[in-house]
């Protein structure tokens, strides 16, 4: 065994070469810098550094689990990740499906194009953008102000937040999300589709019995991908969007853990505890995910 | 593959190794100066340091040395490297190296430098008072350098350390911060907070000045609905604030230390005000002016000054901001009469003087003399400590008043034998040119050492040439009103700065963020206030105001 190894590694020695940079990479800045999850069960010392710091046990998750605001991001988070799912994962499908039957291709380029240009506008940006559309002047209250209704504070209250982040973020990313299954799309074999016209398949039927069959795949690792990525609930759009009035339905963990370390003077041993929980119980989902991918009879990541 | 061609490719892989490496590496090249704070890069500092005895050299600034210093906007105000800020560095012969900081991040930012031992030398913060923890750590972490016990070198440092209210600030009989002072005493305050409101608003809509809360909440709530600029439009508001901190002068009769942040005595125990029953009425209040339209609807998603365009703009009837914020270029009264042309400031905005409290009393703001402070880096050598502290002392000095009053010597003014002064700079209408345009760099420098509001409150010939007769009218005679009619809030003083263990970790509750939420939710309000006072008890509140109570106690208060 060791043998054949050794002898496929140097029939292929310039193949790994080359992979070589990118594994030192991935070693030096992703593996390497890991040793700072010693920093949750640590309390630090700026000057003495993370592994001189003194141990203080599971004290930072102690006092984690006893904020009552961890737990409203905690769950924040997890309801604001499967919204995600629910509402955004899917869109992108059906936006593929539907800009792939649009027949004239310069006008399937076209809203390609526009549903994939807000992708490279920041949350930033886009929070000033909403700020004007929504605000209690912005267009939208106005035009309910014509129309004789109440004036709205869409922006404060907690009852929209939700609602507003998967908006937007639907607006923002779903031409970008769709990029990769039209890809999926542009590799099926033309010829499947013939022999299901030649079957008198109609332009529904193809699409369930062709396309979805042929993109499902990539669909399935997207979705645990997806669900890997779920306690990550979005740092850039919550942040920029928003305020302590909608904090009992928006402060996800990445926010708080934010707001802990760096503005309510709680210690950044707290913080990685924080960061280092939230990581354990992705990788958790990740593998859960996986799992039922596989024994619903899909190809899982591992 | 041959040879050659297999040490060559090596070659690259190795020398794109490196590159990668050492471009992610480097985070503190020349390059980035400008945004990235860069430490003294000398020997560990020493708190033992000799800064105080002169230089056995003649001129004590031989040595050229670059020094970093944060500031809120200092990027901006440095870019020209105006002949003021060539002055200083010439006279001092030093480089200073802006690192900017922002108003909404700038104690992030100085964590996170803090945390990457990328502090700048002269850091700037505010966290003696607002976060003692951070502070005391980092003092026992060593972050940053301890003044020389013997200050008797730089005497207008000295005074500042020998102040009443910066005895707190020491740790272990060593100060780790200069007190960014503010007044020199703590009457001036009493103009630090104003509600601006349309005086022709009032008018139109026959309302006078209110007399309670009801009565100003209505005033408020008739700017929202009645249509107070004509235009058939329901599109303005009542009050809008720079920031919640002005706002919460609408307070001060209802409960006087809401307003200033304060401990309060209450059932025999020293409290944050958080934390007393008058909140209830606090939280009540404030809720219905919301509710009512009164209170601007968008107030917990502008940023800071971004609702006073609203004011400026007749979008809104009252701003809460300092009286003194009405001068200068950028002021209330410039902004407002850029937005309504043809209409004087004075005739049409006044300040609303606010209703006496239950007990008949007329409140006015007050707090600790300072707000803000300058810090060392640790890792400053004692020579670099050495200049910025004698830099600090001539900021502090009549010399460098003269300067921020007057511009500099030869260029902006002169001065005879007598001392008496002359000003040769340009006028613009009625009074000089700013010297704020001419110098961008005049209102950081200005103010790195002191706050220096007292300098525009004085009725001096020079504030009357540069900023107007009637603008120091306008301070005085508010100056005067506040000072006649009415009291100072009563403060602890002494519990600003002081540091227990439960008490330091209070900085963890951020009541700001609790009463916006509650003032935009919509249940009962006093029920959400006791709901958050109980979870600040997991925060250690009780603790820390058993702690406070007895340190308070063996004062004898």
């Known amino acids: 065994m060791g043998k054949t190894l050794g002898k496929d590694l140097y029939k292929h020695r310039y193949l790994y070469l080359l992979l070589l940079p990118t594994v030192l990479f991935y070693v030096m800045f992703q593996y390497v810098p890991m040793y700072g999850v010693l920093l949750a069960f640590k309390e630090l010392h700026i000057r003495e550094g993370i592994l001189r710091s003194p141990w203080v046990g599971m004290d930072n998750f102690k006092e984690l689990v006893a904020q009552s605001d961890f737990w409203r991001a905690f769950w924040n988070t997890l309801y604001i990740s499967c919204g995600r799912l629910v509402f955004e994962f899917p869109i992108a499908i059906v936006l593929a499906l539907m800009i792939n039957e649009v027949a004239r291709e310069k006008l399937k380029k076209f809203y390609q194009t526009v549903y994939t240009f807000p992708h490279f506008i920041s949350w930033v940006i886009i929070s000033g953008i909403m700020f004007n559309f929504l605000g209690t002047t912005g267009v939208l209250n106005q035009i309910l102000d014509s129309l004789g209704y109440h004036k709205m504070t869409f922006l404060t209250d907690p009852s929209l937040f939700r609602a507003i982040v998967f908006i937007s973020s639907i607006w923002k990313e779903v031409g970008w999300s769709a990029i990769i299954y039209l890809a999926a799309i542009a590799g099926i074999n033309p010829e499947l589709y013939e022999a299901a016209h030649v079957d008198g398949a109609g332009r529904w039927q193809k699409l369930l019995s062709v396309t979805w069959p042929s993109i499902r795949g990539t669909a399935a690792i997207l979705l645990i991908l997806a669900v890997g990525n779920a306690m990550n609930g979005g740092f850039d759009q919550i942040f920029n969007l928003y305020n302590p009035g909608v904090y009992s339905t928006g402060d996800i963990i990445d926010t708080y853990t934010y707001r802990s370390a760096f503005a309510d003077g709680l210690s950044f041993g707290v913080s990685t505890a924080v960061g280092l929980f939230k990581a354990v119980l992705n990788f958790s989902l990740l593998y859960s995910a996986n799992y039922i991918v596989k024994k619903l009879g899909g190809e899982g990541l591992v | ?557």
């Open chain 2, 1 to 557: 593959m041959n040879k050659t061609k297999w040490i060559g490719l090596n070659s690259l892989i190795a020398a794109a190794l490196v590159t990668v490496v050492s471009g992610c590496g480097n985070t503190n090249n020349a390059d980035n100066a400008n945004n990235a704070p860069a430490a003294s890069n000398s020997a560990n500092g020493s708190s033992n340091t000799t800064a105080n005895a002169p230089a056995a050299d003649d001129n004590p600034y031989k040595e050229h040395m670059d020094i970093s210093l944060s500031w809120w906007g200092i990027g901006v105000g440095f870019q020209q490297h105006d002949g003021l800020q060539q002055k200083i560095e010439k006279d001092f012969n030093v480089t200073l190296n802006p690192v900017d900081i922002g108003w909404d991040n700038y104690k992030e930012k100085n964590q996170v430098w803090s945390a990457a031992g990328q502090l700048p030398d002269i850091i700037t913060n505010s966290i003696v008072n607002d976060n003692p923890a951070t502070y005391n750590q980092w003092v026992s972490q060593g972050l940053v350098h301890a003044l020389p016990e013997d200050l008797s070198a730089y005497p207008n440092v000295e005074k500042v350390a020998k102040a009443q209210d910066v005895q707190g600030v020491y740790r272990d009989g060593k100060l780790y911060a200069i007190p960014r002072m503010t007044y020199p005493n703590t009457d001036m305050w009493a103009i630090d907070r104003a509600i601006f409101v349309r005086k022709d608003w009032m008018d139109k809509l026959g309302m006078k000045d209110p007399q309670s809360f009801a009565e100003f909440d209505a005033l408020m709530k008739a700017f929202a609905d009645k249509d107070p600029d004509g235009n058939g439009k329901n599109d303005t508001t009542g009050i809008v604030m720079n920031t919640l901190g002005y706002f919460k002068a609408v307070f001060m009769p209802t409960f006087p230390q809401f307003e200033n942040g304060s401990w309060v005595k209450e059932d025999g125990k020293w409290m944050p005000f958080y934390a007393s029953k008058q909140m209830d009425q606090v939280i009540t209040q404030a809720r219905q002016l919301y509710a009512d339209g009164g209170l601007d609807p968008d107030f917990a998603v502008e940023k800071a000054g971004e609702a006073n365009q609203k004011f400026y703009q007749g979008k809104a009837g009252a701003l809460a901001l300092a009286a003194n914020s009405v001068a200068g270029s950028n002021g209330i009264q410039a902004e407002w009469e850029k937005n309504n042309p043809g209409k004087k400031f004075y005739d049409n905005v006044k300040v609303l003087h606010l209703w006496p409290s239950a007990d008949g009393t007329v409140y006015r703001h007050t707090t600790q003399s300072f707000w803000s402070e300058t810090m060392i880096n640790a890792d400053v050598d004692d020579k670099k400590l050495e200049r910025i502290l004698r830099i600090y002392d001539w900021l502090l000095s009549p010399q460098g008043k003269e300067m921020f009053d007057y511009g500099i010597e030869g260029t902006d003014y002169t001065k005879d034998a007598s001392g008496t002064i002359t000003i040769t700079r340009p006028k613009e209408g009625s009074a000089y040119a700013d010297l704020k345009k001419e110098y961008p760099s005049m209102d950081i420098i200005s103010q790195l050492a002191a706050w220096r509001n007292a300098s525009s409150l004085e009725d001096s010939p020079v504030n009357r040439l540069a900023l107007g007769d009637q603008y120091v009218d306008y301070i005085q005679n508010e100056l005067k009103w506040q000072l006649d009619n009415a009291k100072p809030i009563p403060t602890a003083f002494d519990i600003f700065s002081m540091s227990t263990p439960a008490k330091d970790k209070l900085s963890s509750i951020n009541f700001d963020e609790d009463f916006t939420r509650i003032v935009l939710g919509k249940d009962d309000p006093v029920a959400m206030l006791h709901d958050a006072q109980k979870g600040y008890d997991g925060k250690g509140l009780q603790a820390a105001i058993d702690e406070v109570t007895s340190e308070m106690a063996k004062q004898g208060k």
